[in-house]
């Protein structure tokens, strides 16, 4: 006896092909489909992104290396939501005179704490300047002190 009913390999075998019918609209692109998300990405993404990538570049390129010499005033760590450390030294012209205050920032703890160490002492400071950096999480100045040693008086 055979079977009536055709089976799936009857029309494959036949060369039949399934072709969908023609009344059916054009499948949709990817970005039609998904619309709010490629309009959040295009909004919010891609401009964090930017913003990272400007963040380290300017981080990681230095405009000037140098070092100032002075008395440590005060560093503190400032910020609400990013901490970062805060410094002011003052250099001098002659014993007793004060002729210029120069802010500078602090990214490592280690640094940190032997400036604060050396707070009211005669110090030499090693920075690089960073120019550009886009917020102030990295530090409220562009100086950033790299080092810190004791100088003679």
Avoid at 41 to 65: E, N, Q
Avoid at 83 to 101: C, P, V
Avoid at 112 to 135: C, E, F, M
Wanted: charged share 20%.
């Amino acid at each position: 006896m055979d079977d009536p009913t055709p089976n799936e390999h009857d029309s494959a075998a036949s060369g039949a092909e399934s072709v969908p019918p023609a009344d059916l609209p054009p499948r949709r692109s990817f970005l039609r489909r998904h619309w709010l998300a490629s309009t959040i990405v295009t909004l919010v993404a891609l401009p964090v992104l930017g913003l990272g990538i400007w963040s380290v570049a300017a981080l990681s390129w230095s405009y000037s290396d140098g070092t100032r010499a002075g008395f440590v005033q005060k560093i503190s760590r400032k910020g609400w939501v990013c901490k970062t450390w805060e410094g002011t030294l003052y250099t001098d012209i002659a014993k007793g005179f004060r002729s210029d205050s120069f802010s500078f920032s602090v990214r490592s703890d280690s640094v940190a704490k032997a400036i604060a160490s050396l707070s009211g002492k005669r110090v030499t400071v090693t920075y690089s300047q960073h120019v550009g950096v886009p917020t102030s999480c990295f530090g409220e100045t562009e100086y950033f002190v790299t080092a810190v040693e004791l100088s003679p008086e």
